[in-house]
């Protein structure tokens, strides 16, 4: 097949890709670690409660936290071992929050073997009910870094028929591969992923989407879907490099040419978006019956002394992974969990990595110089190419000039809330001024007035 990509969105950028440094890096066991810290928010939805008391012993796959609300996911014990405590810890998102502190058992393998499928499977062995409730038991959520979790987005909703599902494999943010290494040596399982979902969520057709800078991974997804797709309607899908192909209203648009209304959500026009290591994980959990306690995080950046592509438990520290991987050199400047565009900094080490936390990226000197954020700020020259860049179609600047004076208001009526933090405004500005920054600090602000307002 041709794997150069024809389909695309308007807007967006083309950032260096830097993938080079671990694209070729196979996809290896992570530290044999001592502790874990799993958190008890890792998912958008209710938070969940412990399950289990301190000093209390768990078992590899155990769940150890749940919620009663339909919008959340359990966690599990990535371990074996002892509750050492249920303590704050570094959350990336909302500063500090709760997490259960698991010791790990001593002289007790912490490195789980991959899952890999074996036989030929049947679809038709499970049912539309049983692939939820095993999606909604492992705990699933998005693994691309949304954190939706799964069972809601697959189930069948009466309201919302849902037609088609798209599978994501475009990882547009630069540094990152773990998910196209997993499109390289997971291939059997997200096809097995890909035919459960579009039978749970009763989609008549479904789509892996790739960019075309990773031709490897079309040619092998191809080729497993033409083998094993068994009758089921999967197309693979390249499609143009560009950044942020990966958002899920830019994929719509650029797969089926549709548009999600502002503030709607995919299944408001029959679409389901997975990423690819979400769908293995489906696979995992229906086929293996194994819980999500382990993924795979790219851990990368010219500051890194080993990068490469590590399978860990969820709860493993930033810090044990630097370690793992050598330190950093004297350059480094910055962590960031996730990619450089839409990645979140972190100040302390010891912050655990999370069922979305697909890399850790360590930046040095130079690249943070080199980026916008660090130069000085001038005033606005109304070039306008924030607005050319932004894939949402909005007004940055304007957005940006409300939120600096305080008018949340006005902002608001430039749909604010409509912005996907994608960091192409930012990254294109020549005057260097932080508009996705004003943008999130905006939303925070309304957010906070709104909790107000319903107290
Ligand atoms: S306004 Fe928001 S969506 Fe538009 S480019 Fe800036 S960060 Fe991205
Ligand atoms: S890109 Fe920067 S300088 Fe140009 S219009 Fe937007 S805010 Fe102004």
Known sequence: MCARGRYSFPGGVHPPEKKDLTSDRRIQPGPTI???????????????????????????????????????APIHSPINGKVKDIALRSHPVVGR???????????????????????????????????????REAGIVGMGGAGFPTRVKIEPNPRLPKHTLIINGCECEPYITCDYRIMLEWT???????????????????????????????????????????????????LKTKYPQGGERQLIKAVLNRNVPTGGIPPMIGVVVLNVATTAAIAEAVIGHLPLTHRVVTVSGEAIARPGNYYVPIGTSVEDLLEFC??????????????????????????PTMKTTNAVTFLTKEQIGRAKFARRQTACI????????????????KIAHAVKHNLLDVAERYYMSACIECGCCSYVCPANIELTGYIKTGKIYVARQRKRMAQ
């Open 34 to 72: 001592t502790e874990v810290a799993v958190m008890l928010s890792q998912h958008l939805g209710a938070v969940c409660k412990p399950l289990v008391r301190k000093a209390q012993a768990v078992q590899v796959g155990q769940k150890i936290g749940e919620s009663d609300a339909y919008v959340s």
């Open 97 to 135: 929050s709760p997490a259960i502190i698991i010791e790990a058992l001593p002289y007790h393998p912490t490195r789980r073997s991959y899952f890999t499928i074996e036989e030929d499977f049947n679809t038709d062995r499970y049912s539309v009910e049983r692939i939820c409730e095993a999606v």
């Open 188 to 238: 059997r399982q997200i096809v097995a992923g890909v035919r459960l979902a579009r039978k749970a969520s009763g989609c008549a057709r479904a789509f892996i989407a790739i960019e075309d800078n990773k031709p490897e991974a079309i040619e092998l997804m191809d080729a497993a879907v033409k083998k094993y797709a068994y009758g089921d309607n999967i197309q693979v899908i390249p």
């Open 326 to 351: 050598e330190g950093v050199t004297e350059r480094c400047a910055k962590v960031v969990l996730g990619g450089p565009m839409m990645g979140i900094a972190i100040s302390d080490l010891k912050t």
């Open 382 to 397: 109304r070039c306008g190419r924030c607005l050319q860049a932004c894939p949402e179609n909005l007004n940055p600047t």
